[in-house]
């Protein structure tokens, strides 16, 4: 699919902050990841926003956030053949990376405390 638009899709929130949709998709999901922005879905479908960016999964439906130029950011939730595989897609991902900390000797990265802002992010970089 080269459009989101084209997709069957529910809208769960519009217009709103990126905040409001990472709060959002954790508190109304049964498994959240973070990616970073860029992250690719859906193979032609790219996430932006300001990190930490959660995409969730409730069920079969990958809830993630969406923003449309001039429009504002949404929450989505698609549910079909492409939802499950990015779903699956998530899980492996998540594994290999406890997978290489747990060689690494180190902690786990999802273990650490969720920034709340780029600002916060920023000044635990620095």
Known sequence: MSC?????YEILLERISFKESREYIEKNSD????????YKIFKDYYIIGIPPIA???KGNA???PFT???HGSFVLSVENEDSIKEINRLREMENEKVTAS????KPFEGSKESLSSYEDMWKKET
Do not use: D, N, R, T
Request: with cysteine.
């Open 4 to 8: 989101i638009e084209q997709m069957k």
């Open 31 to 38: 498994e959240i990841y973070y990616v970073s922005p860029g």
């Open 55 to 57: 995409v969730g999964a």
């Open 62 to 64: 990958l809830i993630f």
């Open 68 to 70: 449309k130029p001039c």
């Open 102 to 105: 747990l060689k690494k000797g």
